[in-house]
């Protein structure tokens, strides 16, 4: 599985940003994709995700109310991020989860995932 993911960008506080990752390969082998994000400094962390079937979605705390993960089209997630605030900073990054199924609170763990985009930097200024 390749993932692609666009859509980074500065913008201002309160401003929005939509997020997109495209899966190729053995797409019809993902069970869920996620996004998590990297400031600099600090360790990567889990943002939100979806199952591939689009039911189910997870979120952060710091990000719930105001980011909502979703499946596209074909082979497409995206992550519209609204009321952006300068601690969202960061580089963000998708990924997919092709092994088993979510036990309770795996969503968030990093190794839960099998593959890995390169990531999009979102800059949010005050």
């Known amino acids: 599985v390749q993932l692609q993911a666009s859509g980074g960008g500065l913008v201002q506080a309160g401003g929005s940003l939509r997020l997109s990752c495209a899966a190729s390969?053995?797409?019809?082998?993902?069970?869920?994709m996620g996004w998590f994000r990297q400031a600099p400094g600090k360790e990567r962390e889990f943002v939100a995700a979806v199952t591939w079937s689009g039911i189910s979605t997870y979120y952060a705390d710091s990000v719930k109310g105001r980011f909502t993960v979703s499946r596209g089209n074909a082979n497409f997630v995206y992550l519209q991020m609204n009321d952006l605030k300068p601690e969202d900073t960061a580089l963000y990054y998708c990924a997919a989860k092709v092994r088993g199924t979510f036990h309770r609170g795996s969503h968030y763990l990093r190794n839960e995932y099998d593959y890995w985009g390169q990531g999009t930097l979102v800059t949010v200024s005050s």
């Open positions: 390969g053995r797409a019809f082998s993902i069970y869920a």
